[in-house]
């Protein structure tokens, strides 16, 4: 029953598809992929566990897919690395055929906007492309019926998702962003991260990274307290510009003291070397002596009346 669901499905997709705004499902878009892959599937011999590009028409631009085909036993006992998927040891796939061909999807962020519309994302903004990893029983015949889809399950080690290579968010802008997981049924479930924009899941199936949109306003409390780290960090800093003023003009104010003190003494000194008097001997003692200054003798002029006797 669910083959020839996927086979009706795949036949309406095909038919009412012509441009790129014609898949408006998720699911068309997954039956659209899966034809197309394995397609390249038979017009190339590809090699067990070997990763093999998957060419899309131009209507289908923007995704990347890469399928990669493993043995059901070795899958499980050795676990695999596909692009942003990586599946632990001990993952099982139900059933499990011989050989199992795994899709990862890339979807870019303009087809991404498919599970935007599908789902109910309302409050929320995707910040990467949406990831999907699905896994196929490999068969090369032509016929729809035997490519059903298999179950990809972590019962030990989850599945990690990888989006440091995807997503627009960054470490600088402080947005830590939600994972979320688009589920068949229409749901999407979102959880924390287990590292920076790594994620995890038990099963196979799409994946996002989501972030709260708008972002959470501020409180009223939270604005105080910005605006008075604020002025705390202004009143910091013009105060120890003042402080630094002050202490600069102290500095000069004792840097001009004491040269002016300087110079007072070194003017004292001067003066008392240049007036010192001479030391001379007197018997046995030392004494100051001035120079000897001779007036010059004048004469007076008076009127002079000679003397007769």
């Not at 070795?74 to 040891?89: D, N, P, T």
């Not at 990274?209 to 960090?233: D, F, M």
Request: charged letters at 20%.
């Amino acid at each position: 029953m669910g083959s020839l669901l996927s086979l009706i499905l795949t036949i309406l997709s095909l038919a009412s598809l012509s441009e790129t705004q014609g898949v408006k499902s998720t699911r068309v878009l997954d039956l659209l992929i899966r034809d197309y892959t394995f397609k390249s599937l038979d017009n190339h011999a590809i090699k067990t566990g070997n990763l093999h590009n998957v060419h899309l028409p131009a209507n289908l631009s923007g995704i990347k897919v890469d399928m990669v085909r493993f043995r059901c036993g070795s899958l499980r006992r050795y676990g695999a690395r596909v692009k942003e998927f990586h599946l632990g040891i001990g993952v099982i796939v139900q059933p499990c055929v011989e050989r199992v061909v795994v899709v990862r999807q890339n979807l870019g962020y303009n087809w991404s906007s498919i599970y935007y519309a599908n789902y109910d994302l309302s409050g929320y903004q995707l910040v990467s492309p949406v990831l999907g990893i699905l896994a196929y029983n490999s068969v090369t015949d032509v016929n729809f019926n035997n490519r059903f889809e298999l179950q990809i399950l972590a019962n030990g080690k989850p599945i990690t998702i990888d989006f440091r290579n995807t997503t627009r968010v960054t470490n600088i802008s402080g947005i830590k962003p939600f994972c979320a997981n688009f589920q068949r049924d229409g749901k999407v479930t979102l959880t924390n991260q287990v590292s920076p924009y790594v994620c995890v899941a038990r099963k196979h199936g799409h994946f996002g990274l989501v972030t709260k949109y708008p972002p959470p306003s501020e409180g009223p409390e939270q604005v105080r307290k910005k605006i008075s780290r604020w002025k705390l960090a202004v009143g910091t800093t013009v105060g120890a510009a003042v402080g630094a003023f002050l202490l600069g003009l102290l500095l000069v104010a004792m840097f001009v003291k004491v040269k002016k003190k300087a110079r007072m003494e070194e003017l004292e000194r001067r003066a008392y070397e240049e007036e010192a008097l001479q030391v001379s001997m007197v018997g046995h003692i030392r004494a100051p002596t001035a120079s000897v200054t001779r007036t010059v003798p004048t004469i007076e002029q008076y009127e002079y009346i000679p003397y007769r006797s």
